[in-house]
């Protein structure tokens, strides 16, 4: 209801999770401006988060960038973008600590190769959004992807792991996922589900 009120649920998140959490706050193109953005997130700090993600519209990369450079805060973003083009956008205004790719959405894994690695070259951080048993292989295969993407299974708007026999939640071990085991993608559908 309010940025002040944000804050302080942020904080107390951050009092509970420690110093070592890393803490995303996704904002889901909630602002229209950076000087709105500032202004919000001026008491966030506290939280020492590793990344505002999609603050505004990802086609507004030089919002975007001018927000990065006044707030203080990393942003992320790229979430679910079809758009090649708008992600290097991203890069070349300077508007991203973190690119946020979808194999998914993009729909061709060269052009995501070609971004990640355009990120990569500038220092700047990749991570995949959702699906993680795709997004797993690029993680183990580029370099410069810097975390994966994964929901609990309890989650009603990621269902893929319904679909195959084994979810790669199921895989993950403090924090880290070993490259599957066997040939292929690590995925087998479950056909009853499908």
Known sequence: PSPAAAGRKLSLVREEAGPDVQLVADM?????????AVAA???WHDARLAWLEDPMPRD???????????????????????????LAALLDSNAVDVLRIDLT??????A??????AAHARGIKVSPHVHPEIHRHIALAWPGIDRV???????P??????????????DVSAGHVPPPSRPGLGMSLNLQAV
Do not use: N
């Not at 927000?67 to 973008?81: C, F, N, Q, T, Y």
């Open 149 to 155: 993407e994964a929901f609990p299974l309890d989650r």
């Open 105 to 110: 959405t993009l729909g061709d894994l060269s």
């Open 60 to 86: 507004r990369a030089a919002a975007m960038a001018d927000l990065r450079g006044r707030s203080g805060i990393p942003i992320g973003a790229g979430d679910e973008s079809t758009r090649p083009a708008e």
């Open 28 to 36: 889901a193109y909630f602002w229209d401006s950076p000087d709105e």
């Open 157 to 170: 708007f990621d269902l893929l792991h319904e679909l195959i026999e084994t979810p790669m939640m199921a």
């Open 41 to 43: 997130v001026g008491e």
């Open 112 to 117: 995501a190769e070609q971004l990640a690695g």
